[in-house]
């Protein structure tokens, strides 16, 4: 199964980060934190705010790319607005 998440660092609040993984979602934020991805390697530790899960691959893409487009980082606003509200 495919996962698409979004991040926020903990470091640098305004700081996040969209990916897409086939390994479980906790093993990849560690990773993340561990510093083994070198785009969030700076902005560590992070948090995981949200994931989807895909069954297909092509999906998966299309949906982490929206995420990183303009529409979709509006949309990426709203989801951390309102987990903001939440911690």
Known sequence: MYKVYFLKSLRDKSKTYVGLTVKDIEFRL?????????????????????????????????????????????LRKIILENYDKLE
């Open 30 to 74: 560690k990773e993340h934190n561990d510093g083994l991805s070198k785009y969030t390697k700076a902005n560590r530790p992070w948090r995981l705010v949200y994931f989807e899960n895909f069954y297909c691959k092509l999906c998966a893409d299309k949906r982490e790319q929206f995420l990183k487009s303009g529409f979709g980082y509006r």
